[in-house]
């Protein structure tokens, strides 16, 4: 029984633990009666097992054994983990004197990460006794003890070929790959890259503002969506802003074709996509701003290494090791550390591209977390109750709110509007944009009917969240009630707001602000 509970437990740990055996003169892996050893590198820590017949060895052997095992971890470069860990497998209770041995025999040297520790197994009761609290883990020897104690030992382990075990492992180590060219990654770059031409030559020919052209072909913007445009969720993933937007997300996606040539066609084509619309209902929920740009479906692709890195951790950390948590990391810190990037999308996204991937990918029956109906499960939860609580949330139905008073002022409804923008400020809105919204229609509006003293009051409340905007309609105001320096003084400084900002503000509201300055002969 001993020996096959020896070959069940070798098997277990090549298996599920990344462990090898150690080859004799002849590069050949065989099974020993009275010990057997193995090793791994786990992140760069030296992991060795030791699996000993208890029974075979006197307490005086034990002693001798663990000793030597501590003159090993000193001979060994100092910076190197080392974690030993002496399994022995007893037919029934040992001999006290050996237990006594073997649980002095503990060693440990925390600040170096030097260890060895001891497990003893009593095959009669089908037990396993761990002599030691630290480290909180054995690498899953003790986990994988019980469950051979559970299942049964079978005597026709001692029939499988060791060598072949292990040859299965070593070809885990190496990435199958499921497509050898990545065609889907380029022929999204070269859609993006057409839609961004055909865009950018519609715009100069009709002179058509882009960000407008973008509203048009599939933005996102929220207020659509809410009315009835689902299919913004998926149409920005093709939209760029500029240029730098275009090349930046182009150039990622060339980077990260891996995640193609890994998983498969199919498989990227349904993460992508995926990833992409998950990435702009993130946006949806928590950005008012216009949205657009692969960005949220190429960091879906960095989802989907991570889960790549849960299925197969040995294989990501040789291929990838902790780049891909950098890349991430690096991207997100500055989203967050500039103002226009949407990285709420990319959070999105990220999350989105992790779970589509457990969700496209074949349930392993060893792990449940890599069972592919939790990640469609998860999928459908997180999707439903994103959109239910985006197009059902009081914030999301200002903003319907806000779309038709600004459809009212389109249709110069003055007095609607007034009456609409009133009943939008008693909700108490929360967005900022559509604060900026209101409280600009609203005292456009209360200008056109006269009621200035309003008016300027909603202006002023305008310039503490939008000073440009607010200064602009303010000097407006004062104009028409032929308050002159008043006028002069806001105008000019909206003037100067608009020309400091980057893109040089608005050409025909500065035009304008100075036709108005000379009718009043500044």
């Not at 070929?161 to 060219?181: G, P, S, Y």
Request: hydrophobic fraction near 45%; include cysteine.
């Amino acid at each position: 029984m001993k020996r096959e509970f020896t070959y069940s437990l070798l098997q277990a740990l090549i298996k599920d633990r990344d462990f090898m055996p150690l080859q004799d003169a002849e590069g050949k892996y065989s099974i020993y009666d009275k010990i057997n050893i193995l090793t791994k590198d786990a992140y760069g820590a030296l992991v060795i097992v030791e699996l000993l017949d208890g029974d075979s060895l006197t307490s005086e052997e034990i002693e001798e054994r663990l000793r030597g095992n501590q003159n090993i971890i000193y001979q060994i470069e100092e910076g190197i983990a080392q974690y030993i860990y002496e399994v022995f497998i007893f037919s029934s209770y040992p001999e006290q004197d050996k237990l006594n041995v073997i649980k002095a025999a503990q060693y440990q040297k925390a600040k170096d990460r030097k260890y060895i520790k001891c497990l003893s197994v009593n095959l009669e009761n089908k037990s396993v006794e761990r002599y030691f609290k630290l480290p909180l883990t054995d690498e899953g020897i003790s986990k994988n003890i019980k469950a051979i104690m559970k299942q049964g030992i079978s005597r026709e382990i001692v029939d499988v070929d060791i060598e072949e075990v292990v040859m299965q492992k070593r070809n885990e180590f190496h990435i199958k790959l499921e497509a050898k060219t990545p065609i889907l990654s380029y022929a999204l770059i070269a859609l993006n890259v057409i839609i961004w031409i055909a865009l950018s030559l519609y715009s100069a020919q009709s002179g058509t503002n882009f960000n407008e052209l973008l509203l048009k072909f599939g933005a996102k913007e929220n207020t659509h969506i809410l009315s009835g445009e689902y299919w913004r969720f998926i149409t920005p993933v093709f939209l760029h802003f500029d240029i730098p937007h275009l090349v930046l997300n182009c150039y990622s996606l060339y980077a990260l074709n891996i995640v193609e040539r890994v998983f498969g066609h199919v498989k990227f084509l349904a993460v992508y996509l995926i990833a992409g619309i998950m990435g702009n209902i993130a946006s949806f929920l928590f950005s008012m701003g216009l949205g657009a740009g692969a960005s949220g479906a190429i960091f879906g692709l960095l989802g989907s290494l991570l889960y790549f890195g849960l299925q197969r951790p040995t294989l990501f950390k040789a291929y990838f090791g902790a780049n891909v948590f950098v890349m991430i990391f690096i991207n997100l810190a500055y989203g967050f550390s500039r103002s226009g990037i949407d990285n709420f999308a990319h959070i999105g996204g990220l999350i989105g591209g992790f779970l589509a991937t457990g969700a496209v990918s074949a349930s392993d029956k060893t792990k449940w977390y890599l069972n592919r109906f939790i990640y469609i499960a998860v999928t459908i939860v997180i999707v439903v109750s994103s959109l239910f609580y985006g197009f059902g949330n009081p914030e999301s139905k200002i903003t319907l709110k806000v779309n038709e008073m600004e459809e009212l002022d389109k249709n110069q409804n003055w007095n609607e509007v007034i009456k609409a923008g009133k009943e939008i400020l008693a909700l108490n809105p929360k967005s900022e944009s559509n604060r900026i919204s209101v409280y600009w229609t609203l005292a456009k509006a209360q200008g056109m009917t006269g009621e200035f003293d309003d008016a300027v009051e909603n202006a002023k409340k305008l310039v503490e969240i939008d000073p440009t905007n607010g200064r602009y309609i303010l000097g407006l105001l004062y104009h028409d009630m032929g308050q002159f320096e008043k006028a002069r003084d806001e105008l000019l400084e909206a003037k100067k707001l608009m020309s400091d900002k980057g893109n040089g503000g608005s050409k025909e509201i500065i035009s304008n602000i100075d036709s108005i300055l000379r009718n009043m002969g500044y």
